[in-house]
C-alpha cells in the first residue's frame, strides 16, 4: 500500500427527500478522511457522523464495491464518477483528492433516470430497454449444439466481450448532454452483431433497442464523444458506429 | 423430523437420468394455473426464473438491488467449471465429480456431486447458445484455464469477468420473459418472511424499499436463490447487500440450516487498508496459474519490507521462500483455497507477513517469472532474434494484459502499486460459504414447496468449494436441476387455483415483520448499525475464521449472544418506516446475521475435526494439515430452530460413500 495520510475535506451534497420534492446542496466538514478510503468509504464516514448526530444520513447506490455491479453512480466534482478514467465511483480513492478540498457529490442528471431519495436514482428505463431485444431467444434446454461446434474469429468474440462489459451504470447518459443512451444500447447491439448467435434477431433488435431509448426520454447521440472518455468500463464509440450500420440497414430492409 | 435426502436409487451415474425418468411432470395448460415466487435474481436465481418462465409457469421474481443484472454473481472473476475436456487432457464427468468430492474434503453427497459434474457441459452449451463471449483461441474454439486442486484444464472463462457474462446472460433470458409478462420483476424488494399455509411455503412478504410498504405476494412454490451469508464476517468479497436474511427467515419457519461454519477463505484477496475499510476485494484464484506466492525467508528482510526500506524485487531468489511450492510440490500454488489460505497465515503468525497493517498480514503474488516465460514464448513465435531484457519484459507484459488486464487495473486502482512491476500482495478473506439451507436431492428445504438454490443451499461443495465451481452449480441448479425437480411437487396443485393473500397466515406474517421493524425504527438507541456490524465482523473473524479451537468458540457464542442483547437495547436507526430507509435495511440484516453468528460458532465447536475451510487447531497432523474424524464426522450437520440459536435441535444426515474411497486430501 501506498503511504497513507488523513485529509479533511468540505462536501457539498444533493440532498432530496423524494421524488416529488425540490432538492438543494448542503454542505458537511469531513475531518480525518483516510486517502487510502474509497469515496463511498468517505461517504459512510460521513453517514456514521450524521447517524450519531441524529441526523439523517444520505442515501446513494452501492453494493458489491468493486467496480463491477454497475450501482455507484455519482456525479462528482461535474464529472460521472468522479476524476480518473476507467473507474467507477467504488473505486475512486480519496488519494485523488487534496486536503482541504471541497467535493461536489450529485445524482445522475437525466430525464430518465429521476432521483428517488438524496444521490439514488431510478434506472429500470435501462432496464426496459434491455426488455426489448437485449436477448438472444433461446430456450434452457440442455441440448443446444456443442459450444465448440460453431468457431468464433477470435477478433470477433474479443470484440464482443469487450461491448458486453457494459455494467450499466448509466455513465454515459450523465456525461452526455443529449442525456443519450446510444453507448449503452450500442453495447448491447454490438455484442450480439458481432456473433453469429445474434444474428437471427438482429434487424428487430436494433430497431426495437433503438425506440425503446427514445420512447424513455434519452435523447439523440450528441456525437461528442464524451460517453466514451467518461465510461468506467472503456466502451468504445465504435460501437455506436456499428449500431448506426445496423440500424440503417435493418430500416432500409425491414 | 428425520432427514430424508431423497437421493434415487441404481448407480450414481444413471441416478439423475432415471428420476429425471421418473418424477411427474405439469402439463404445459396448467403449469400457466401456477405460479412460482423466486427471491434473488444471481446465477441461481435469475436461471431457475427465467428457466421456469420458458416452462410456462408464472414467475415473481424478486432482488433488493434496483436491477437483477446486479446480484453479486456478477462479480465472480475467473471462470466456470464443465467436463468438456475440450483440451484433451483426460477430463471426464467422472474427474469434475472425484475433484469435487476430494476439494469437499469428502463432506458432500455423492449423487448430488455427480448430477452437478453431469450437467456442467450443458451449461456451457447454453451459454454460447444464448451468445455469452468467452474467451477463444485463435482458430475461433473456446479457451480453458486451470483453477486449484485439479490437474486438468476446464474452465472457462471471459477475462476476469466470467460471473458478469454469466449473469448477463442469464438476465437476457430474464428479460426476455419480462418482456412475454411470464416474469413479473420485483426489484429493490426485500423478502422479510416466508408464509406457509398448510405446512406449506405459500408466498413471502416483501418490503418495497422504495416506498417502505410492506406487500404480501403468494405462489404454490417459493424458491430462494438469496446467496451465501459470508457478511456475518462485515469484512467479506460479498457485496455490501449480500445477506442472510431470506436463508434465516426460511429457517426460522422450519427449513433446517446445514453445516454453516463451513465458510471459504479466499487465498488472494487485497490486505485491509484501516478501520474505514467497508469490504474487501477478491483477485482471482486464475492469476495463481501465472503468480507465484512467497514471502521473505528472513525475517529481518520481512520487517524491511514492512517498513518499506527494501523493496521486493531487490529480495534474492535465493531469499525467497515459495512456500506453497515447497510444502506442496505436485499442485504447487494451485492448492484448493482452503490449503493456501492457512499456509499463508502460518507464514504471517511466524512473522514473515510484508504488509504494513495493524496485524502484519500480507504475502506477495509474483508475476516477475510468467511476464519472463512468456516475453520469451512471444519473442520466438514473432521470430525476434536475441530479444534485450526489455523486449522480453515488454512482450510478456502484453500477455499478462491479455489474459488478467482488468484485475491488475483493479489491483492498482485500490492498492496504488503497478504490479507488472512490483508483486501483488495479497492476504485471505471470506469469500463463499458452502454451509446453506439443507436441501434434498430434489433442492426442496424441510419446507414443504420451498427450495433454496445456488450458494444459498449447503448441497454440492462440501466443507471447500473448488473455483469456478461456484458459477458451475448456481446455474446447474437453475437452469438443469430445480426446474424439473419442482414439477414433481406442483403436480399436486394443479387443481388449488391462486392462492389468497387476505388469509390469517399471511396477515400474522405480515404483522410480524411489521412489529419487528417498528422495534428498531423505534428503539432511540445511540449506536449505529455499523458498529454492531464490525464489532460481531471481529469476533467471528478472530475466534471463528481460519483457525479455530474450544476456547474461542465458546468465548464467541457467548460474546455474540450478549452483542445481540446491546444492539436491540442500543442500535440507532434513523428514519421512518414508510420511506426508503437504508439504514433500516441493514438493521434487519444485521439482526439475522447476530442469530447466525451464534448457530455458526456452535457448529464449528460441535464438528471435533478438521475438514476444508472448518481448521480446529486441535485436530491436525505434526505437518499442520486438516485432520478429519471420518468415524465420527461424516454427516451433514443440520439444525432445527426452536427459538433461539443456543436451543437449535442439531439433526445428523449420515453420507455415503460407495464410489470413491475416503482418504487423506493430499496436494503434496
Given at each position: 500500500m501506498s503511504a497513507s495520510n488523513n485529509i479533511n475535506i468540505t462536501l457539498k451534497v444533493w440532498r432530496q427527500k423524494n421524488a416529488q420534492s425540490k432538492g438543494q446542496l448542503e454542505s458537511y466538514d469531513l475531518k480525518n478522511v483516510s486517502t487510502d478510503s474509497s469515496f463511498l468509504e468517505m461517504l459512510d464516514q460521513l453517514n456514521e457522523e450524521l447517524i450519531n448526530e441524529g441526523k439523517s444520513p444520505v442515501t446513494f447506490d452501492h453494493d458489491c464495491r468493486e467496480g463491477i455491479c454497475g450501482a455507484c453512480s455519482l456525479y462528482i466534482n461535474g464529472r460521472p464518477h468522479g476524476p480518473g478514467n476507467r473507474v467507477t465511483t467504488c473505486q475512486l480513492h480519496m488519494r485523488s483528492f487534496k486536503d482541504g478540498e471541497t467535493i461536489y457529490v450529485e445524482p445522475w442528471r437525466a430525464a430518465a433516470f429521476p432521483v428517488i431519495k438524496d444521490l439514488m436514482t431510478d434506472r429500470s428505463s435501462f432496464d426496459r430497454i434491455q426488455h426489448a431485444g437485449g436477448y438472444v431467444s433461446v430456450n434452457t434446454s440442455g441440448n443446444t449444439q456443442d459450444a465448440n461446434a460453431l468457431p468464433i474469429e477470435k477478433e470477433n468474440a474479443d470484440k464482443a466481450f469487450d461491448a458486453a462489459t457494459c455494467i450499466g451504470c448509466g455513465a454515459c447518459v450523465a456525461a452526455c448532454k443529449n442525456a443519450s443512451a446510444s453507448l449503452f444500447v450500442a453495447a448491447k447491439v454490438s455484442q450480439y452483431a458481432l456473433l453469429p448467435q445474434g444474428q437471427v434477431e438482429a434487424k428487430d433488435r436494433v430497431l426495437n433497442m433503438v425506440k425503446q431509448a427514445q420512447k424513455e426520454g434519452f435523447g439523440p447521440c450528441s456525437n461528442t464523444g464524451a460517453c466514451e472518455v467518461e465510461c468506467p468500463k472503456g466502451i468504445s464509440l465504435e460501437n455506436i458506429a456499428r449500431m448506426n450500420r445496423e440500424y440503417l440497414a435493418a430500416s432500409l430492409s425491414k | 423430523m428425520s432427514l430424508d435426502s431423497k437421493i434415487p436409487e441404481g448407480p450414481l451415474k444413471d441416478k439423475w437420468t432415471n428420476h429425471k425418468n421418473n418424477i411427474r411432470l405439469v402439463n404445459p395448460a396448467n403449469k400457466r394455473n401456477i405460479d412460482i415466487i423466486v427471491v434473488g435474481t444471481g446465477l441461481a436465481g435469475g436461471s431457475a426464473a427465467a428457466t421456469l418462465a420458458e416452462l410456462g409457469y408464472n414467475v415473481k421474481a424478486f432482488c433488493y438491488q434496483d436491477s437483477p443484472r446486479r446480484a453479486h454473481s456478477i462479480a465472480a472473476q475467473g471462470g466456470i467449471n464443465a467436463a468438456k475436456n475440450y483440451q484433451g487432457d483426460g477430463d471426464s464427468t467422472y474427474r469434475l465429480f472425484y475433484d469435487t468430492i476430494k476439494g469437499g474434503d469428502y463432506r458432500s453427497r455423492e449423487a448430488n456431486v455427480y448430477r452437478l459434474a453431469e450437467v456442467s457441459a450443458n451449461i456451457i452449451d447454453q451459454c454460447v447458445a444464448q451468445g455469452v463471449p468467452f474467451a477463444r483461441d485463435y482458430g475461433g474454439l473456446l479457451d480453458n484455464r486451470s483453477f486449484g486442486g485439479v490437474l486438468v484444464s476446464r474452465t472457462f472463462y471471459a477475462k476476469g469477468q466470467t460471473g458478469q457474462q454469466l449473469l448477463l446472460g442469464a438476465y437476457s433470458a430474464m428479460n426476455r420473459q419480462i418482456a412475454k409478462g411470464k416474469i413479473q420483476m420485483y426489484n429493490r424488494h426485500e423478502m422479510l418472511d416466508v408464509v406457509l399455509v398448510d405446512g406449506k411455503a405459500r408466498g413471502i412478504i416483501a418490503r418495497n424499499l422504495v416506498t417502505g410498504e410492506i406487500e404480501r405476494h403468494s405462489a404454490h412454490a417459493v424458491v430462494l436463490g438469496s446467496g451465501g451469508y459470508g457478511n456475518v464476517f462485515f469484512l467479506s468479497t460479498n457485496a455490501m447487500g449480500s445477506n442472510v436474511t431470506a436463508s434465516w427467515k426460511a429457517h426460522k419457519k422450519g427449513a433446517y440450516f446445514a453445516n454453516p461454519c463451513y465458510t471459504q477463505i479466499h487465498p488472494t484477496c487485497i490486505?485491509?487498508?484501516?478501520?474505514?475499510?467497508?469490504?474487501?476485494?477478491?483477485?482471482?484464484?486464475?492469476?495463481?496459474?501465472?503468480?507465484?506466492?512467497?514471502?521473505?525467508?528472513?525475517?529481518?528482510?520481512?520487517?524491511?519490507?514492512?517498513?518499506?526500506?527494501?523493496?521486493?524485487?531487490?529480495?534474492?531468489?535465493?531469499?525467497?521462500?515459495?512456500?506453497?511450492?515447497?510444502?506442496?510440490?505436485?499442485?504447487?500454488?494451485?492448492?484448493?483455497?482452503?490449503?493456501?489460505?492457512?499456509?499463508?497465515?502460518?507464514?504471517?503468525?511466524?512473522?514473515?507477513?510484508?504488509?504494513?497493517?495493524?496485524?502484519?498480514?500480507?504475502?506477495?503474488?509474483?508475476?516477475?517469472?510468467?511476464?519472463?516465460?512468456?516475453?520469451?514464448?512471444?519473442?520466438?513465435?514473432?521470430?525476434?532474434?536475441?530479444?534485450?531484457?526489455?523486449?522480453?519484459?515488454?512482450?510478456?507484459?502484453?500477455?499478462?494484459?491479455?489474459?488478467?488486464?482488468?484485475?491488475?487495473?483493479?489491483?492498482?486502482?485500490?492498492?496504488?502499486?503497478?504490479?507488472?512491476?512490483?508483486?501483488?500482495?495479497?492476504?485471505?478473506?471470506?469469500?463463499?460459504?458452502?454451509?446453506?439451507?439443507?436441501?434434498?436431492?430434489?433442492?426442496?428445504?424441510?419446507?414443504?414447496?420451498?427450495?433454496?438454490?445456488?450458494?444459498?443451499?449447503?448441497?454440492?461443495?462440501?466443507?471447500?468449494?473448488?473455483?469456478?465451481?461456484?458459477?458451475?452449480?448456481?446455474?446447474?441448479?437453475?437452469?438443469?436441476?430445480?426446474?424439473?425437480?419442482?414439477?414433481?411437487?406442483?403436480?399436486?396443485?394443479?387443481?388449488?387455483?391462486?392462492?389468497?393473500?387476505?388469509?390469517?397466515?399471511?396477515?400474522?406474517?405480515?404483522?410480524?415483520?411489521?412489529?419487528?421493524?417498528?422495534?428498531?425504527?423505534?428503539?432511540?438507541?445511540?449506536?449505529?448499525?455499523?458498529?454492531?456490524?464490525?464489532?460481531?465482523?471481529?469476533?467471528?473473524?478472530?475466534?471463528?475464521?481460519?483457525?479455530?479451537?474450544?476456547?474461542?468458540?465458546?468465548?464467541?457464542?457467548?460474546?455474540?449472544?450478549?452483542?445481540?442483547?446491546?444492539?436491540?437495547?442500543?442500535?440507532?436507526?434513523?428514519?421512518?418506516?414508510?420511506?426508503?430507509?437504508?439504514?433500516?435495511?441493514?438493521?434487519?440484516?444485521?439482526?439475522?446475521?447476530?442469530?447466525?453468528?451464534?448457530?455458526f460458532a456452535r457448529d464449528a465447536l460441535e464438528r471435533e475435526e478438521s475438514c476444508g475451510g472448518h481448521f480446529r487447531e486441535e485436530f491436525q497432523t505434526e505437518e499442520g494439515e486438516a485432520l478429519r474424524k471420518d468415524d465420527s464426522y461424516t454427516y451433514v450437520a443440520a439444525w432445527e430452530y426452536t427459538g433461539k440459536p443456543s436451543e437449535a435441535v442439531l439433526h445428523k444426515e449420515d453420507l455415503k460413500f460407495e464410489n470413491v474411497e475416503l482418504k487423506t486430501r493430499s496436494y503434496k
Open positions: - | 490486505p485491509v487498508h484501516g478501520t474505514q475499510q467497508s469490504k474487501l476485494t477478491l483477485m482471482s484464484e486464475s492469476l495463481r496459474n501465472d503468480g507465484r506466492i512467497w514471502v521473505p525467508k528472513k525475517l529481518e528482510d520481512a520487517q524491511a519490507v514492512r517498513e518499506g526500506k527494501l523493496k521486493p524485487v531487490d529480495i534474492k531468489e535465493e531469499d525467497r521462500d515459495y512456500y506453497l511450492e515447497r510444502r506442496y510440490p505436485s499442485f504447487g500454488n494451485l492448492v484448493p483455497r482452503d490449503v493456501a489460505s492457512r499456509a499463508a497465515k502460518e507464514r504471517c503468525d511466524a512473522g514473515f507477513g510484508v504488509v504494513n497493517n495493524d496485524t502484519k498480514e500480507g504475502v506477495f503474488l509474483d508475476f516477475s517469472s510468467a511476464i519472463l516465460r512468456y516475453g520469451k514464448e512471444e519473442a520466438n513465435v514473432k521470430g525476434i532474434e536475441n530479444p534485450s531484457d526489455e523486449k522480453i519484459k515488454e512482450l510478456g507484459k502484453k500477455v499478462i494484459e491479455n489474459k488478467y488486464g482488468n484485475l491488475f487495473e483493479m489491483y492498482q486502482q485500490i492498492t496504488d502499486e503497478n504490479p507488472y512491476e512490483t508483486p501483488m500482495k495479497i492476504y485471505p478473506a471470506v469469500h463463499y460459504t458452502m454451509g446453506g439451507i439443507w436441501v434434498d436431492y430434489n433442492l426442496m428445504t424441510t419446507v414443504p414447496g420451498l427450495y433454496a438454490t445456488g450458494e444459498c443451499n449447503f448441497s454440492d461443495h462440501g466443507a471447500n468449494r473448488l473455483g469456478a465451481s461456484a458459477l458451475m452449480q448456481g446455474l446447474a441448479d437453475g437452469y438443469f436441476v430445480l426446474p424439473y425437480t419442482i414439477g414433481d411437487y406442483l403436480a399436486d396443485d394443479i387443481r388449488t387455483g391462486p392462492i389468497p393473500t387476505d388469509s390469517k397466515e399471511f396477515e400474522e406474517a405480515e404483522n410480524k415483520v411489521t412489529d419487528e421493524l417498528n422495534k428498531l425504527i423505534n428503539n432511540n438507541g445511540s449506536k449505529s448499525v455499523d458498529y454492531f456490524h464490525k464489532k460481531l465482523g471481529l469476533i467471528m473473524w478472530n475466534k471463528v475464521g481460519m483457525a479455530r479451537n474450544e476456547k474461542g468458540l465458546k468465548e464467541a457464542i457467548q460474546e455474540i449472544a450478549e452483542l445481540r442483547e446491546e444492539f436491540y437495547k442500543d442500535v440507532r436507526v434513523p428514519g421512518e418506516l414508510n420511506e426508503l430507509n437504508q439504514e433500516l435495511e441493514k438493521a434487519g440484516r444485521v439482526a439475522d446475521f447476530l442469530e447466525l453468528g451464534e448457530l
